[in-house]
């Protein structure tokens, strides 16, 4: 049975380097710092690949990022792995825990985390078990 954890976030994003690519292109690299409160209380470290269109509206990214923390008591670290599209404004987004990325107390952790911008504050749900 899942659990139902819930909170905010802070997140930074900075711009890095992009290898193999022209300097115009529509491609972007970026860093993912997080401070996450509330159920989960946790710091993550990550990178974002992130591709825009020339429509407005539209564009993509993928990331990958471990979280360190502690999830309703429970401590360790896992990763998290982002897919997202924007179609002409619509989004979908996908964010998934890596299997068996848990360690110490979330060792056997797995799901999904989901992201909701409300008036610029970050708040996440994050949906999981833990099977040992």
Known sequence: MSTTAKGTFVVSLK???FENVEHNTFFARMSIDKEIEG???ATTKGQMLAARTGV????????LEEVTGSLEGRGGTFVLQHSALMNKGMPS????VVP????????GLTGDFK??????????????EIVN
């Open 115 to 128: 992201i909701d911008i409300v008036e610029g504050k970050h708040f996440y749900e994050f949906n999981y």
């Open 93 to 96: 987004m996908q964010i998934t």
């Open 56 to 63: 407005s509206g539209s564009a993509g990214y993928v990331a």
């Open 39 to 41: 159920d989960l209380t």
């Open 100 to 107: 068996d990325s848990g360690t110490g107390e979330l060792e």
């Open 15 to 17: 711009p890095l380097s």
